[in-house]
């Protein structure tokens, strides 16, 4: 058996219990993604032989501003928008442009570097790589709030706006004062916002009642030690979890074992996969340096294992997306700690779930 580091340091015995032995899933092919007709995932029709124990809640990260740093927790509140510990809520702050549109990694590499605490409930602090930092009075800012109307892939959202202190500070800091930003807060106004399916292939697993603040897709992504403990093997330098960003990071014996969870359980919190998580450019960006990796990994590894090999459509789609972590959605909202047991109800093991 091998043992895989956790983040506090330990060393975890893998194999254990009803974990299942090592399966390097080097081809990837997407069990779960059905077509328009398959019957939805519901898991009432789980009965409790259908959990599978496989590891530990080995990590949970907030990430308050969009593609800003992440704030490691011990313990955290499952709820229907993502994860939340006190005050301080996933992605309920986020940069925008004058003219609505959003800013992420993607467009700005620096932002990735930016540091954010909340202290008490109404003082936000954001922290900048030159050792500059600014803050922002949250009760000032909801006593005569100004809304903004933004954009996200296509779609409207709003936001109060935060102030032209910080604008100016974020216009420095991620665009050397060339490009102007604001940055807004999510208040009361984005609690209806769904998650956003996909537009170019159906995945069903998505419903309705989903909800998510500023999230690109969904309002939770799950990775696993072992899948990056697999992708560092190949790569020349290794890459730090904090690259691909999730909430939830499981230990667990096999790398990649997430292709075929249908369901994750902690305690009382239940989540429901809703698609593989393909990969962007952001990935690249050293969250040090707000620079991106000059040979594009870890996604120019990936790319060699991780481009999916069915559904044929979608791996042409997908064909410069690698796959690493899966987004889900919540069934059960509840408490989180490190160190909580996960199950697993297997796509493999319940035939409604499939596309056949």
């Known amino acids: 058996m091998d043992a895989v580091a956790g983040s506090n340091g330990r060393a975890f015995i893998l194999g254990r219990g009803t974990i299942r032995g090592s399966r390097r899933r080097d081809s990837v092919g997407l069990v779960g993604v059905e077509s328009p007709s398959s019957p939805l995932p519901?898991?009432?029709?789980?009965?409790?032989?259908?959990?599978?124990?496989?590891?530990?809640?080995?990590?949970?990260?907030?990430?308050?501003?969009?593609?800003?740093?992440?704030?490691?927790?011990?313990?955290?509140?499952?709820?229907?928008?993502?994860?939340?510990?006190?005050?301080?809520?996933?992605?309920?702050?986020?940069v925008v442009r004058e003219n609505g549109s959003f800013v992420s990694g993607r467009h700005a590499g620096s932002l990735m570097t930016v540091s954010v605490t909340l202290e008490a409930h109404d003082q936000l602090v954001l922290h900048a790589q030159d050792g500059s930092e600014m803050q922002v009075d949250l009760r000032g800012v909801?006593?005569?709030?100004?809304?903004?109307?933004?954009?996200?892939?296509?779609?409207?959202?709003?936001?109060?706006?935060?102030?032209?202190?910080?604008?100016?500070?974020?216009?420095?800091?991620?665009?050397?004062?060339?490009?102007?930003?604001?940055?807004?807060?999510?208040?009361?106004?984005?609690?209806?916002?769904?998650?956003?399916?996909?537009?170019?292939?159906?995945?069903?697993?998505?419903?309705?009642?989903?909800?998510?603040?500023?999230?690109?897709?969904?309002?939770?992504?799950?990775a696993t030690a072992s899948s990056l403990q697999d992708l560092n093997a190949r790569l020349q330098g290794p890459v730090p979890m904090s690259c691909f960003r999730p909430n939830l990071v499981i230990l667990c014996d096999t790398p990649f074992d997430e292709d075929d969870w249908a369901f994750l359980k902690i305690g009382e919190v239940v989540m429901r996969r809703l698609k593989p998580c393909e990969r962007c450019i952001q990935t690249t960006v050293n969250i040090n340096t707000g620079l991106r990796h000059p040979a594009g990994e870890p996604i120019t590894t990936l790319k060699t294992y991780r481009i999916p090999k069915e559904p044929e459509r979608l791996a042409k789609l997908w064909k410069n997306k690698p796959i690493f972590g899966v987004n889900m959605a919540i069934e059960s909202t509840g408490e989180l700690h490190t160190g909580d047991i996960v199950y697993v109800a297997r796509i493999s093991a319940h035939s409604w779930f499939r596309s056949t």
Not at 58 to 81: C, E, F, N, W
Not at 163 to 191: N, P, Q, S
Request: aromatic share 10%; charged share 30%; glycine share 6%.
């Open 42 to 94: 519901q898991v009432s029709n789980l009965c409790e032989s259908a959990w599978e124990e496989v590891g530990i809640l080995d990590q949970l990260v907030i990430y308050p501003m969009k593609s800003a740093r992440g704030i490691p927790v011990a313990s955290a509140t499952a709820r229907r928008h993502g994860l939340a510990r006190d005050h301080i809520q996933d992605r309920s702050f986020m």
């Open 142 to 222: 909801m006593r005569k709030p100004a809304i903004v109307e933004a954009r996200m892939w296509g779609k409207d959202v709003k936001g109060i706006d935060c102030g032209d202190e910080v604008a100016e500070w974020l216009t420095r800091v991620l665009f050397d004062g060339e490009t102007r930003v604001r940055l807004i807060y999510k208040g009361d106004l984005m609690e209806d916002r769904p998650a956003n399916p996909p537009q170019y292939f159906t995945f069903p697993q998505f419903q309705e009642t989903d909800r998510m603040y500023y999230a690109d897709t969904c309002a939770y992504l799950v």
